[in-house]
């Protein structure tokens, strides 16, 4: 690496500074001692006692102005950074024209604390105020974000650090919040309109004719025809790997856009610690830092062993922090979103007003039939699909007993009988895979060691011990033409609650019957992932679900009341995929 790969960045504070970008500079407390001129300091707020105000701000994150919802007049709303042990109050005003909330994610605490209208507590009304107070029994890296409408689509989202009671294991001289968002100037409202009517309505990779001739050269014509008739079938599109996409989200580290490049200091010799979140409303983001191998310490706040790697995927709501130990010279933070369609950035440096090459968007990647576990052999590609026909052909809306003849060494997978004949279903996953150590779509045999949920492992056995006592499977269900959302087919508004008895150990098993990773959120309680082997692998708040995969994990039914259980990919979660789980004396 030479020095002229670096240079001062005036171009880029020209363009910022053209576009007034500077996002609610009026309202940043900490401008004056901000570390790159460029992009705003997130406010942080320590202690014990906490005054926060949820309020509409304009801001101009795209060079057009719009208006966000805020906490104190800030996107994101200020890091809270607590203690593990004190008991922490938190007033939330309610300044906006409806209900409000705020939802500390994957914080343990009593039911009437966790911020969910219609479960936990009634919401905050517009000029009204609530006061949260909970003990905190955890420490790490957590994030709070509205649970109302769809606030948490237009800012209402923030960091949470908890510093450990005793001396942090994880040692760093700096750390750093790196909070991954995705912005549109369109009202989310609006995205759910048109995703009704079209669902892919921000497709940006639709195949073209071009496409075709080039697979059918590389592959073969029949089978360029057998891939698109496989597809078409099922009236979908294999591109369809994110369905809000860059064509109206501006992605955000910290709430700078790419453009005000949000940077990271740090000072020679240091480890620094970076506490990466995902507080987007839809987008999974694959990152890294070019250059600069990370430490993986922590997953969802909680320690695991440390793993190196070049590059992460992290799903909606996850947290992960990693050590990294930089040279002194600038870094870029690259978040490409999963379907490729842009991308967060942020630079990570020993001075302020340095960057380094951004590289380009990898290629987009393609679904293929066995990603959604109809497959599951080795080698069963595309081509093959045709010997699939009247099984996983059709509409797809064929019942399990129907595939009883082939030969699937995967194993074949049950499916709830809500699911047949269900409208609000349009795939099932046959051959669904256990496995952890898949990277995911995109990351596969890219060059990178690339972190997967294998590589997770807890630095503590099992906290419960027992075995589970029973098991609960879902499956997790959609139809992407009519974008409609569900467990087992049936929508949060005609479903029961699931019930856990106070104090058991069970199993939760959940069924990816989509094209679609999930990432799935319970509330008020662990998800402890198991392995393929159904062994205590690694403590989490958010299991990401990857398309024909099926994931297992143990809950501790310890917190008793109504909690949510849902999707975090909000528009998955608002169009049905959520259940209330009740933790019954
Ligand atoms: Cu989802």
Redesign the pocket.
């Known amino acids: 690496m030479t020095e002229k790969r670096y240079r001062f960045d005036t171009e880029r504070r020209q363009f910022v500074t053209g576009l007034a970008a500077l996002p609610l500079l009026a309202t940043w407390p900490g401008h004056g001692r901000t570390q790159n001129p460029a992009a705003p300091v997130v406010p942080e707020l320590r202690g014990i006692r906490f005054e926060l105000s949820v309020g509409a701000s304009p801001v101009n994150l795209t060079g057009k102005s719009a208006w966000a919802k805020t906490v104190n007049g800030s996107l994101p709303a200020p890091t809270l950074r607590w203690r593990e042990g004190d008991t922490v109050e938190l007033r939330v005003g309610n300044r906006l024209r409806e209900d409000t909330s705020l939802h500390w994610h994957g914080i343990l605490l009593p039911a009437g604390m966790d911020g969910v209208p219609g479960l936990s507590f009634h919401g905050i009304a517009p000029g009204e105020s609530y006061l949260y107070r909970f003990r905190v029994r955890q420490a790490g890296t957590y994030w709070y974000h509205a649970h109302s409408s769809l606030q948490e689509a237009v800012g209402v989202y923030g960091a949470i650090v908890i510093d450990p009671r005793e001396p942090d294991p994880i040692a760093a001289d700096r750390d750093h919040v790196i909070l991954l968002s995705d912005w549109s100037d369109e009202d989310p409202h609006a995205i759910v309109r048109k995703l009704r009517k079209q669902s892919d309505y921000y497709n940006l990779h639709k195949r073209t004719v071009g496409d075709f001739f080039r697979d059918a050269r590389r592959d073969g014509f029949d089978a360029a025809v057998a891939d698109r008739k496989a597809w078409g079938r099922m009236r979908m599109s294999p591109t369809d790997l994110a369905d809000v996409t860059g064509l109206t989200y501006t992605y955000l580290v910290n709430g700078a856009p790419p453009a005000a490049n949000w940077t990271a200091l740090f000072a020679r010799g240091e480890k620094v610690r970076l506490r990466f979140i995902n507080g987007s409303a839809m987008t999974f983001f694959d990152v890294r830092i070019p250059g600069l191998r990370m430490t993986v310490v922590a997953a969802d706040g909680q320690p695991v062993h440390p793993v190196s790697v070049d590059e992460f995927r992290i799903g909606v709501a996850e947290t992960l922090d990693v050590v990294v130990e930089p040279a002194e010279r600038p870094y870029t933070i690259f978040a490409q979103a999963m379907d490729r369609g842009g991308y967060a950035r942020a630079t990570l440096s020993p001075r302020s007003g340095l960057q380094a090459d951004v590289p380009p968007l990898d290629p987009r990647p393609i679904l293929t039939m066995q990603d959604m576990g109809h497959g599951g052999m080795a080698g069963h590609d595309m081509s093959q699909m045709k010997g699939m026909e009247g099984g996983c052909g059709a509409d797809m809306k064929m019942p399990a007993m129907q595939h009883a003849g082939h030969d699937m060494s995967g194993g074949m997978i049950a499916h709830p009988a809500s699911e047949t004949g269900n409208p609000a279903v349009d795939m099932q996953t046959m051959t669904p895979s256990r496995a952890l150590d898949d990277p995911g779509i995109g990351l596969r045999g890219n060059g990178r060691r690339v972190l997967s949920y294998a590589d997770l492992k807890s630095t503590f056995a099992d906290p419960d011990g027992r075995e589970p006592g029973r098991e609960i499977e879902l499956h997790?269900t959609?139809n992407m033409e009519r974008y409609t959302?569900g467990f087992d087919g049936i929508p949060f508004s005609k479903a029961d609650p699931v019930r856990l008895n106070y104090g058991e150990r069970l199993r939760i098993v959940l069924v990816n019957d989509?094209m679609?990773?999930?990432?799935?959120h319970l509330h008020g309680m662990w998800s402890d992932l198991e392995n393929a082997d159904g062994e205590f692998h690694v403590r989490k708040h958010t299991i990401s679900v990857p398309p024909g995969h099926v994931r297992s994990y143990r809950v501790t039914a310890d917190a008793l009341g109504r909690w949510a259980y849902h999707?975090?990919?909000l528009l998955?979660?608002e169009l049905g995929?959520f259940r209330e789980v009740r933790v019954d004396a």
């Open positions: 997790l959609g959302w989509t679609m990773e999930h990432p799935i999707c975090h990919m998955h979660m995929m």
